[in-house]
């Protein structure tokens, strides 16, 4: 029973380049949400999407946008990179019909850095 | 405004010592509250998962409590080990509905030290 996949593991971008971070929830899961986590910080909420669509976003610009894909993976975009967007990014995946107890599964991250 | 704090920020014991981590939280309405691990550069892991009716959880040597009353939370470690060493993160569920949202304390980083 695969957990929660994400590629690449370490990202090295130049600032105003943009980025797509890959997610692959756990086996069975059908909702997946996208957390920024910055050095020595919990994690911040960007959004989750379920059915192909953006259920609730948190305090993120228009430049963090996702998508998911039918077989219930996930992308992140950021465009226009900031050095403020150097984090570690995590994907978490859950199950719809179990919303109400919010257990999620959090894949390994993928490191970002802007220079 | 929902917040979830931790304290302390750090904390550096020595192996076979135990060790308590204080949650404080306003967050409403409250749905569940647990407790991750999260060693560095990887993803959170979950500990311990309680409800409102829930004062106790315990998963092996670690042991959480939680005061419904006065919105306090406590991850206690016994018997450290080196491999204890990691972020402990607690995260408040608030539902309001048929969404939701996880609420994220900024983690306690912990040191075990031989």
């Known amino acids: 029973d695969a957990g929660v996949t994400q590629s690449p593991t370490h990202l090295i971008k130049t600032r105003g380049q943009q980025v797509t971070l890959r997610c692959s929830p756990k086996s069975g899961h059908d909702t997946v949400s996208w957390y920024q986590q910055a050095l020595g910080q919990g994690p911040q909420f960007i959004f989750q999407?379920?059915?192909?669509?953006?259920?609730q976003r948190g305090n993120f610009p228009d430049r963090f946008s996702g998508h998911q894909f039918p077989n219930y993976s996930s992308e992140l975009n950021v465009n226009a990179l900031l050095l403020g967007d150097s984090a570690l990014y995590l994907c978490?995946?859950?199950?719809?019909?179990?919303?109400?107890?919010?257990?999620?599964?959090f894949g390994p991250g993928t490191r970002l850095t802007v220079t | 405004k929902n917040q979830v704090e931790q304290s302390p920020q750090s904390l550096i014991i020595l192996e076979g010592k135990n060790c308590t981590l204080q949650c404080n939280y306003t967050v409403s309405p409250f749905s569940n509250l647990r407790w991750y691990k999260q060693d560095t550069g990887r993803g959170p892991v979950s500990l311990t998962i309680?409800?409102?009716?829930?004062n106790t959880k315990s998963n092996g040597r670690y042991t959480a409590t939680l005061d419904a009353d006065t919105k306090q939370s406590s991850l206690h470690i016994t018997a450290s080990q080196l491999s204890d060493s990691a972020s402990y993160i607690c995260v408040v569920a608030s539902n309001s509905g048929n969404t939701g949202k996880l609420i994220f304390g900024q983690g306690t980083t912990l040191q075990v030290k031989p």
């Open positions: 309680m409800t409102f009716s829930e």
């Open positions: 978490a995946s859950s199950l719809a019909s179990q919303r109400r107890t919010y257990e999620q599964y």
């Open positions: 999407y379920y059915e192909e669509e953006e259920r």
